[in-house]
Nanobody, 114 residues
Framework: VQLQASGGGLVQPGGSLRLSCAAS????????MSWYRQAPGKQRDLVAS???????DYADSVKGRFTISRDNAKNTVYLQMNSLKPEDTAVYYC?????????WGQGTLVTVSS
């Protein structure tokens, strides 16, 4: 399984970005697709996750600002990020988990700065 993340960049506080992560290879259902982030000098933390049946979960720090969604036909997960704050600055990683294992994408950098 390979995961290709995209959509990161530089945005001003209060702005928005949309991340995408496309999965390819032998993908089994049910599965969970997730976004994690890792700021410099910090551990990698879960941001949001979504199951094959579109049940979602969010970190408290992003609730009401971020929305995770998926297109099962395209094996793609999205993260819509609104009202971005400087503390959202991090490398964002996507992850896919199914019965055969877990797989990570390469990460995409999000920088929130004026």
């Amino acid at each position: 399984v390979q995961l290709q993340a995209s959509g990161g960049g530089l945005v001003q506080p209060g702005g928005s970005l949309r991340l995408s992560c496309a999965a390819s290879g032998s993908i089994f259902s049910p599965n969970i697709m997730s976004w994690y982030r890792q700021a410099p000098g910090k551990q990698r933390d879960l941001v949001a996750s979504i199951t094959s049946s579109s049940n979602t979960d969010y970190a408290d720090s992003v609730k009401g600002r971020f929305t995770i969604s998926r297109d099962n036909a395209k094996n793609t997960v999205y993260l819509q990020m609104n009202s971005l704050k400087p503390e959202d600055t991090a490398v964002y990683y996507c992850k896919l988990s199914h019965a055969r294992g877990s797989y990570w994408g390469q990460g995409t950098l999000v920088t929130v700065s004026s």
